[in-house]
């Protein structure tokens, strides 16, 4: 019989607590169109849970002035290996086009003109854009972060917060997939190894008693 994977895990000495700092960002990771329509494009899955879920920690996040960042993933056909080779391994990445439907936010996310919206070519939310220094100017220390794919973007962009000196907190509730099992394994990982995973309600709690 296999080993339980948590009892190789606490023996490696994984999974400890990295906990919450003084000054958290919400990160909203490619809640758009192409990965939340599935009835538009093949990207895409039933997040509609993910997306309730996002919108509890938005009006909580904007009333302590807490930032607020979105991501979405476009490409420019126009310009020459954009997005370099990921579009090579998923070349369905490639719908996602500059001014396209499937680049545009889910309507249903509660996003006001003051909430910075970042356009990024990779996985993670750093590689390519202003995140970090924009995160370091605000003082920022934890990045709360959600949206999608559990497996792909979201855990690129917890793993590099944490290389960047960011406290990574992934309220589970908030982060999905087109999958269980990548998205049950993902969380699994992410919390063994990078960041915390915690409910949401643990998340809506620390927003509620931070002010910046």
């Known amino acids: 019989m296999a080993e339980d994977k948590r009892v190789i895990y606490q023996r490696s000495g994984l999974g400890h607590r990295i906990g919450y700092g003084k000054h958290p960002s919400l990160l909203v990771i490619d809640m758009q ?12 899955g039933n997040l509609d849970g993910q997306i309730a879920a996002i919108n509890r ?12 960042v979105f991501t979405v993933v476009a490409y420019d056909p126009r310009i020459p290996g954009d997005g370099g080779l990921w579009p090579e391994k998923a070349p369905t990445l490639l719908e996602l086009k500059v001014g396209s439907e499937l680049v ?3 309507p249903r996310l509660h996003r006001e003109p003051e909430d910075l919206l970042l356009i990024k070519k990779y996985a993670s939310a750093f590689l390519g854009t202003p995140l970090a220094s924009t995160l370091v100017a605000r003082g920022v220390d ?4 959600t949206g999608c794919t559990t497996s792909g973007c979201v855990r690129a962009t917890v793993v ?7 406290r990574p907190i992934i309220p589970k509730e908030a982060v999905g997939d087109r999958a269980e099992e990548p998205h ?6 992410m919390d063994s190894k990078y960041g915390d995973v915690v409910p949401l309600s ?9 002010k910046q």
């Not at 643990?202 to 931070?210: G, P």
Request: proline share 8%; glycine share 4%; aromatic share 12%.
């Open 57 to 68: 920690l938005i009006p909580v996040a904007r009333k302590n002035r807490i930032p607020i």
């Open 202 to 210: 643990d998340a809506l709690a620390y927003f509620h008693e931070t």
């Open 184 to 189: 049950d394994a993902n969380l699994f990982d």
């Open 142 to 145: 934890t990045v709360v972060v």
């Open 104 to 106: 545009d936010l889910d």
């Open 33 to 44: 169109l192409g990965f939340t329509a599935p009835e538009r494009s093949p990207l895409a």
């Open 160 to 166: 590099d917060a944490l290389s960047y000196g960011f």
